[in-house]
């Protein structure tokens, strides 16, 4: 991808994140994400209905890779099948990891395919799967 | 100053990260490769050259603190692993001891975890009740704000000379004869101000002061507990083994030794002991006060120049030690030093384990420069001129 491009995409989902205000509504699942290794601190909710992800919000305070993470991230998931999203994240994984992945069907999140060169940025980058597994994983009780 | 004895000045780095760790001389290096090459040896327990040497080192660093720090006498210096591990010591082995339900410490919002944690968990532990002191509208600690605090309960102070994200100076003098006329324990966490000022312990009637060595020149994984002899002597060990003990026997009785040895089970970490001995050697040749004076000004030109940047928001301008907390408008603190780092500009981002300041400030996480006797105009000068470039921000952090 176009360096331009891409930094165009992120910045934008940075400084116009979609989907960013927590709602009050107890049908979410809600968590949230702080790492040891960096500043960012998030807040996710997640609302799934019939094994169908009908809606993800966040708020909190990161940088410019987390938050445009989370803002693509959500917009990715959203309407898609639990195991959908989990297929999405397994992949995501993967690239940020430089083994195979399937670019389709990651569209937009390619962005952060160049992510790995700079390892202190990795996490910044894994923050919104790694909080929307562990909801996944509190939606399935393990 | 002296940058030629810090060999990581040599690679053309901007090191502004002083308040986490601080650069380490040669001099000091080099006493402490003698410890492992040349007399690498076990304390109080050789007969042997080397061992000679280590001990006789050993004793010394405790009698340099003393001169140092002007307390009584060397057997109230402690030797620990650092500042959160005297704290500790303080709280569990003296206050744990001492205070009842219902006493009163009095603590602020801007303290470093380490004199936070320990109190909230003996206040589980015990019942005592912590109350902050109000900062005012600079986040600073006023003395007046300080004898408003103080009830009859109150039975300790324990603050921040200096604090890590804002700076302030607390005026220990004119609080630590507060404590003595209230007969409040006065515990001075010195990690900020100590490796950058004079501190005095008698002068201001301090009982317990901790600091780390990282913070001062020296090596990690020592630190110093100073306290009055006689409260020493009242302060359990929280840690027991070799070394402390006069005798132990099958039915249980023991006997420990006197303090500071007391508090210094097992194997300390010698060749740190006589790293930090050489790096405060290095500082006192250098002058404390030569130090503060020239961190002060440094920061006042740096202040001076930024404010000439729109972009800039400065939290505490006024603060008078080398400290500077900022944001550039807009822009994560995190984004900002990765931009720095770009340039070899080395500053932190974050809340400076300070997390109760997010109450004053409004603002969770800021960029901090911390500087020390070796920056100079040059490395201000090579901030300001990234800073002024600060709308390409994202094409480097991005
Ligand atoms: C004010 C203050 N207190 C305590 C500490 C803890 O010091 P250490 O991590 O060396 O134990 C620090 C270190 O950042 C500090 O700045």
């Known amino acids: ?142 | 100053m002296h940058r030629e004895d810090f060999p990581m000045l040599n690679s053309d780095i901007v090191y502004f990260d002083n308040g986490a760790t601080t650069l380490k001389p040669n001099c000091v290096v080099r006493s402490m490769v003698d410890y492992y090459t040349k007399h690498t040896s076990n304390i109080h327990r050789g007969d042997y050259d080397a061992a000679i040497t280590t001990n006789k080192l050993y004793d010394e660093a405790r009698e340099v603190v003393r001169d140092f720090i002007n307390c009584n006498s060397s057997k109230e210096v402690v030797f620990t692993s650092g500042t959160t591990a005297s704290i500790n010591m303080v709280v569990f082995g003296y206050m744990k001891k001492h205070l009842k339900r219902g006493d009163e410490i009095l603590l602020t919002k801007s303290e470093h975890a380490s004199n936070v944690l320990p109190w909230i968990k003996l206040s589980e532990e015990i019942g005592i009740v912590i109350k902050y002191i109000p900062l005012n509208e600079e986040f600073a600690l006023t003395v007046d704000n300080v004898i408003k605090s103080i009830h009859s309960n109150t039975k300790v102070i324990s603050i921040a000379h200096v604090t890590n994200v804002i700076g302030d100076v607390r005026n220990i003098e004119a609080i630590g004869q507060i404590c003595k006329e209230k007969g409040i324990l006065f515990h001075v966490d010195g990690a900020q101000s100590v490796p950058h000022m004079k501190v005095d312990f008698r002068k201001c009637n301090i009982d317990f002061l901790s600091f780390s060595g990282h913070k001062m020149l020296g090596p990690t994984g020592v630190g110093v507990l100073v306290g009055k002899y006689n409260l020493l002597e009242d302060m359990d060990p929280i840690f027991f083994g070799g070394g402390m003990n006069q005798f132990f026997e099958a039915d249980n009785r023991y006997e420990f030794k006197n303090s500071p040895v007391k508090f210094e089970a097992g194997t300390p970490p010698i060749a740190e002991v006589i790293g930090l001995k050489r790096a405060i050697e290095y500082l006192m040749d250098i002058g404390m006060d030569n130090i503060h004076k020239h961190e002060v000004e440094l920061k006042k030109y740096m202040v001076s120049e930024l404010e000439k940047i729109p972009n800039i928001v400065m939290y505490n301008k006024n603060s008078d030690s080398g400290i500077l907390a900022f944001n550039i408008m807009d822009v994560f603190s995190q984004d900002t030093s990765i931009y720095l780092n770009h340039y070899k500009i080395y500053v932190r981002a974050g809340n400076h384990c300070t997390k109760m300041l997010k109450d004053e400030i409004n603002i969770k996480n800021t960029v901090r420069v911390s500087m020390y006797l070796y920056n100079n105009k040059s490395d201000v000068d090579k901030l300001i001129h990234v800073l002024k470039q600060s709308k390409d921000i994202f094409k480097i952090v991005i």
Do not use: W
Not at chain 1, 4 to 24: A, C, K, T
Not at chain 1, 47 to 71: L, M, Q
């Open chain 1, 1 to 142: 991808m176009d360096s331009n491009l891409r930094r165009e995409i992120i910045l934008d989902n940075y400084q116009h994140p979609m989907h960013r205000g927590l709602v009050l509504d107890d049908s979410y699942l809600k968590t949230n994400y702080n790492s040891e290794s960096c500043i960012d601190n998030l807040d996710l909710m997640m609302k799934v209905e019939d094994g169908i992800i009908k809606d993800i919000v966040f708020d909190g305070e990161a940088c410019a890779i987390s938050t445009s993470a989370t803002s693509i991230f959500i917009r990715s998931l959203i309407g898609k099948s639990v195991s959908e999203a989990k297929n999405i994240i397994r992949n995501y994984q993967n690239m940020l990891d430089e083994v195979e992945y399937d670019k389709e069907l990651l569209g937009e999140l390619v962005v952060y395919d160049e992510i790995s060169r700079q390892p202190n940025r990795m996490n910044c980058a894994l923050l919104p799967s790694r909080a929307i597994t562990k909801m996944i994983e509190e939606l399935e009780g393990k």
